[in-house]
């Protein structure tokens, strides 16, 4: 098959790719129309959507979504004040956050595969582990199936 035949291929795939988006979005917008017609609230429809969006969110954005929440909560009553919201974006902001997020997801994966395969996982806490992030650390990888051995 010749490098055109190819990409003639792929170009077909992705209009038929484009083609099935757009009726996509066409079936969504008179699914929001069937939602309006049946009376349900726009506090309803929108919590609707957001079922959905938690049922498809990966483990990394889960993960960090019920973190922030987690900190939000123990903002408590100040987490809906203009210095609560900035804490809050702060944290959503830091550089890394999403990074370590799915960094983390993706070594639990790697460590449940290791533990499904009979591998024998130790880990030692040392002097980097002191802290409240290498604390979490090493709780991941205990939580994960790694055996914790004493210093």
Same mark, same amino acid.
Request: no cysteine; proline share 3%.
């Given at each position: 098959m010749s490098n055109t035949d190819r990409a003639a291929a792929f170009l077909a795939r992705l209009?038929?790719?484009e083609q099935e988006r757009r009726e996509n979005a066409e079936d969504r917008k008179e699914l929001g129309t069937? $939602? @309006?017609a049946a009376d349900l609230t726009k506090v309803e429809i929108a919590g609707i959507k957001l079922a959905v969006k938690r049922h498809f969110e990966d483990d990394g954005a889960r993960a960090l979504r019920e973190s922030v929440e987690e900190f939000a909560e123990a903002l408590g009553g100040f987490k809906d004040t203009p210095l609560g919201e900035a804490a809050i974006e702060h944290?959503?902001?830091k550089p890394g956050v999403r990074r370590a997020m799915k960094q983390s997801e993706? $070594? @639990?994966r790697e460590l449940a595969d290791?533990?499904?395969k009979g591998t024998t996982l130790t880990v030692t806490r040392?002097?980097?582990s002191r802290n409240d992030?290498?604390?979490a650390a090493m709780d991941a990888l205990v939580e994960a199936g790694v055996r914790e051995v004493p210093a």
């Amino acid at each position: 098959m010749s490098n055109t035949d190819r990409a003639a291929a792929f170009l077909a795939r992705l209009v038929n790719l484009e083609q099935e988006r757009r009726e996509n979005a066409e079936d969504r917008k008179e699914l929001g129309t069937e $939602m @309006k017609a049946a009376d349900l609230t726009k506090v309803e429809i929108a919590g609707i959507k957001l079922a959905v969006k938690r049922h498809f969110e990966d483990d990394g954005a889960r993960a960090l979504r019920e973190s922030v929440e987690e900190f939000a909560e123990a903002l408590g009553g100040f987490k809906d004040t203009p210095l609560g919201e900035a804490a809050i974006e702060h944290v959503m902001n830091k550089p890394g956050v999403r990074r370590a997020m799915k960094q983390s997801e993706k $070594m @639990k994966r790697e460590l449940a595969d290791l533990a499904a395969k009979g591998t024998t996982l130790t880990v030692t806490r040392g002097p980097g582990s002191r802290n409240d992030l290498g604390n979490a650390a090493m709780d991941a990888l205990v939580e994960a199936g790694v055996r914790e051995v004493p210093a």
